[in-house]
């Protein structure tokens, strides 16, 4: 395996909401093809009967109150907004 | 001498008898930064007039106990500070001006009363080891401007070697406090998973991320800590568990330590000069009573490919967030909702970054999950287990922090896998979730420092610390500072 596609390639930028001009799809595919073809050097290593490590330390289901707190006001929130409008965050149309 | 050659501790006793007041330590660090700064370019963001005002209103208080009271620090761009421009060294978040809340580091250090002088230059995103990857001019090796600082914590690193400040805040998820650290010759600690709060610390790869302080001496690295570690309702990975005075632990004694030294720290690809600073590291500890064998951590070499499979993994969860919509610069080229994500985030992000999240979307994606993702994760359990026997058996584990002194600016640019050997020594720390310190051994025959690498048991950090300390104590490296210029 190990050889990426450009065809992969824009996949995958679609699925990262991200756009590549002709000339760097090539290069990310030979990029990621070389870091894949790395990568599976992992496969030297029998897992088969290896857990799978999500999370080093000894916890589960760490649970609090669900309680409501002040945190920030609409003003607050909209602070950092690039576009707004009436106390709301303003995007362009969804739909054409 | 500059009043930053003085340890913490001491300025904080200055300041009680009233020899020196915060404002001179601020304006001192003020000073240095605009001598140094535009060749080291460690900070993003300054507040010099808010920094002088805090100082002055510390100057007046009475009660000045505070552990860090009055002492001035720098801050890494991807710890949230509120009302304080926050950019993760990205262009995404250039205008990213006003920040509705502090990272719980933050908190902690304000209620000891530091001065923060301004915020830290990084690897946009924290993807990278070199400081090139900084969506603005990157930051430089003081100890030779034409070399990088490393990364991703290049600016915190460079701030504390440079005399900029006494101390600074990094972030490690591959080595990102530890390899700068052992690049600008100073202390960088990677604490335990879980020992420091990671609320208001931009997620990279959120189970490897750990936030840890950069200082000049090993005690200076010890209080920090003290403040910054603890448990925290805001991060549910956050661990409940006791937070010792670290700065008891520095005895100065080491007799009867049991050092493990991993072959693999010392194989093909680390340098002549770096063997030989940890060999003589090695014959201190014999002589201050401590003992090491070499053992094996054999999974070493399976390290890389794993970290970054995961790390690219998480980070492309993590950074769906950037979309343009609540906050960071938006497109101004969308015509429709999906288009602003696309063009947003295809604008505003650097080619590391987006590397990462195509890898790490790769990675994750259907049909590919198993081979790729979850295959690394078993892997990490191997990499995990190497660790936990020989800790078992040992102390600490002392190699190289990393296999060669800071390379040059644009060496390692052109090849992201060249790039990515760099953290070969200290990525495996990370995924075993244990903390790992950097200090410095001694200098190459360039005169740039090389890092020695302590790792030790979860949660204890205190013999870190204690074996860092008594090391320290024996030798002169950390006593040596850069003389800014360098060939440029």
Redesign the interface.
Known sequence: MAE?SKE??KH??N??????DDEAVEQ?AN??S???E??E?????D?EN????????D?KN?M?KDEPKKW?TQE??L?????QKDGQ?R?????? | MSLFDYTIKELEAKLHNHEITVEDLVKESYEQIKEVDGDVHAFLTLDEEKALEKARELDKREDKSGILFGIPAGIKDNIVTKGLRTTCASQFLDNFTDPLYNATVVDKLDAENPVAVGKLNMDEFAMGSSNENSGYEPTRNPWNTDHVPGGSSGGSAAAVAAGEVLFSLGSDTGGSIRQPAAFCGVVGMKPTYGRVSRFGLVAFASSLDQIGPLTRTVEDNARVLEVIAGHDKMDSTSADVDVPAYTEALTGDVKGLKIAVPKEYLAEGVSEEVKHSVMEALKVYESLGATWEEVSLPHSKYALATYYLLSSSEASANLARFDGVRYGVRSENAENMLDMFVKSRSEGFGDEVKRRIMLGTFALSSGYYDAYYKKAQKVRTLIKNDFDKILEEYDVIVGPTTPTPAFKVGEKTSDPLTMYVNDILTIPVNLAGVPGISIPCGFSEEGLPIGLQIIGNYFDESTVYRAAHAFEQATEHHKKRPQLGGAK
Do not use: C, G, W
């Open positions: 990426i992969q390639v995958v930028a699925l990262a909401r991200l756009e590549f990310m990029e990621l070389a870091i894949i790395y990568a050097q992992l496969n030297e290593l897992t290896v857990k799978p490590t999500t999370h080093v330390l916890l760490v609090r920030i607050e929130a602070k950092n907004a690039p576009d965050i995007v362009p149309s969804i739909l054409e």
